[in-house]
């Protein structure tokens, strides 16, 4: 388990590089803290917002899912989890000055939110794999409509 635990982390860092759009081509060797110098002003402080809430908020996602896989009566705790995050990437679009951001900013919370809430969602994580296809290529897409912003 801490295996798994220790890779998601070390994914999220990559991640939360692609998360902002600060990755070129197919690595993703930028560091969290300079994403923000990759766009200009009041984006690049959303952006900034939006890597400070996916560092806080990616490893106690990551540990909830995969406690559920470990112990399914703590899907309530893995549901709050992804509810939270959910919040905090709203709470780093809401201030944007860009209207557009800001919609975006909510529709990837809506989605998250509306996962965290999905009994189906949770039901289809059986094993730490889906926990990575979750963490990885999953949690990418619900945060798609604010990735494009900080490329």
Not at 34 to 62: D, F, H, Q, W
Request: aromatic share 4%; proline share 3%.
């Amino acid at each position: 388990m801490r295996r798994t635990i220790r890779t998601l982390l070390v994914g999220g860092v990559l991640l939360s590089a692609a998360a902002c759009g600060t990755a070129t081509g197919t690595t993703a060797t930028t560091t969290v803290a300079s994403a923000p110098s990759a766009v200009p002003g009041a984006i690049g402080s959303t952006c900034e917002a939006l890597s400070r809430a996916y560092g806080k908020n990616m490893a106690p996602l990551a540990q909830s899912l995969t406690a559920f896989v470990a112990d399914r009566k703590t899907v309530t705790r893995a549901q709050d989890s992804l509810a939270t995050f959910a919040t905090a990437v709203a709470d780093a679009t809401k201030a944007s000055d860009d209207a557009q951001i800001r919609a975006d900013g909510k529709q990837a919370a809506d989605r998250m939110r509306a996962k965290s809430a999905d009994k189906k969602f949770f039901a289809t994580i059986k094993t730490t794999k889906d926990v990575e296809q979750t963490m990885g290529p999953t949690l990418t897409e619900w945060l798609s409509p604010v990735a494009r912003h900080c490329s």
